[in-house]
């Protein structure tokens, strides 16, 4: 079975700082994606970023990118200049490879929850 | 266009009720997800839908617990003889093709369950 973990229950830094969140996960798979999800207040899911293990490089997305150590198991998140709008709960996740039973299935964290401060 | 909708947004029961929770996922989407979320945890996956087909139901914590898409389109999630322990974050999600982790799934804002 796979696990995900997040040790930073919570964290606050001031607007346009670089915050970076933690996550580290344990699975046998060799074929597996990594995934970062954030929750605002309304609930809503929604993806932020998507890493595959097999690529080496680092996944990005404007001002969201992550630092896949793959050997380590790890997989953080940091987001620079920072928004008020980034101030969410945000769950680390992990998905097999693949189109076998149980590949569709996300598996996450407890979350971090992370306020911006004006 | 419009997302993933989950009604009811609330709803409250009695321990021992019985209680429906629908999704509609966005259209022509093919996959369909069901999703718990305990206070403070992150979400559990409960069941898988391709089509009209539970794909994988591996997550349902018990037989309390069923779900049905009879068309492929909208899902109900049925919770028989709640109980306490039910109290949780239902979110549905779905996916254009045939789930898998290249297929992005777009979530509800889920329907918050009390059971008293």
């Known amino acids: 079975a796979q696990t995900v973990t997040q040790s930073q229950p919570e964290m606050s830094v001031q607007e346009a700082e670089t915050v970076t969140l933690s996550c580290t996960y344990d699975t046998s798979e060799s074929n597996y994606y990594l995934f970062w999800y954030k929750q605002p207040p309304s609930r809503q899911m929604i993806l932020v970023i998507r890493q595959e293990a097999y690529k080496q490089q680092n996944a990005t997305e404007n001002r969201f990118s992550v630092n896949f150590q793959k050997a380590a198991k790890s997989f953080s998140l940091k987001i620079s200049d920072s928004q008020l709008g980034d101030t969410a709960m945000y769950f680390c996740a992990f998905m097999k490879g693949g189109t076998i039973q149980g590949a569709q299935k996300l598996v996450f964290g407890q979350g971090t929850r992370l306020t911006i401060n004006p | 266009g419009a997302g993933v909708s989950q009604t009811p947004s609330n709803k409250v029961t009695e321990k021992g009720k019985y209680v429906e929770l629908r999704c509609d996922p966005i259209?022509?989407?093919?996959?369909l997800y069901w999703y718990r979320q305990s206070l403070g945890q992150g979400p559990e996956f409960l069941i898988y839908?391709?089509?009209?087909?539970?794909?994988?139901d591996s997550g349902l914590p018990n037989d309390r617990f069923f779900a049905v898409r009879p068309e492929g389109s909208v899902s109900t999630l049925k919770i028989q003889r709640t109980e306490r322990g039910d109290s949780a974050v239902y979110l549905c999600?779905?996916?254009?093709?045939?789930?898998?982790?290249?297929?992005?799934?777009?979530f509800g804002p889920g329907t918050r369950l009390t059971v008293l």
């Open positions: 259209s022509g989407h093919t996959a």
């Open positions: 839908f391709q089509g009209t087909g539970a794909a994988d």
């Open positions: 999600a779905s996916s254009p093709r045939a789930g898998g982790p290249t297929d992005t799934q777009y």
